[in-house]
């Protein structure tokens, strides 16, 4: 019996120390450096980096580098233009396809998301509440929609140009404006 759990132990330790070598071979990569201003492509952050469903891409992005601190790289994010930090392992270069030309396109098509070209018209008050005015959007793919929130567009240059053009600018977000 003594010489079976030797044998079991034995085993168990081969084991182990292979499925540790294969562990450090699996999560350690060969050093990359993605240079500042470069596009990137970033896994997903759940256990298995796996999209959340079956209709979303394999990764995210494209993201532009802004800064790394070892191996920390803080990328930018194209759609909502925040930052986000990011281990390197888990960034991959960005590589422009053919059907998106710019970056920011293809981080659109990614989020499902469409620019806004231009604000036509509105209705409301300025006096009112905010949550009753809407707009007349000229989306960036030629779409013409009647009835947007300004909630929705709060943060898009094109509805502070359409507030600007109409005397509106006290309605311009504070994070937006700029006073010497």
Known sequence: MLQDQENIIK??????????????????AE??????NSYVMAKYENHEHRPPTKLHPIKKGPFRVVNYTGSIYTVQNLVTMKNEDYHVTNLEPYFQDNKHNDPRQAANADADVVDVEEILDHTGNWK????????????ADGEIQDRVSWAQLRDTEALHAYLTSKGQQKLIPKQYTWDP
């Open 11 to 28: 085993v168990a330790k081969e084991h182990q120390r292979n499925s540790d070598l294969h562990h450090i071979a699996m999560h350690t």
């Open 128 to 139: 009112g509440h905010k949550r009753y005015l809407y707009f007349k959007v000229k989306w």
């Open 31 to 36: 050093r990359t450096e993605f240079p500042i």
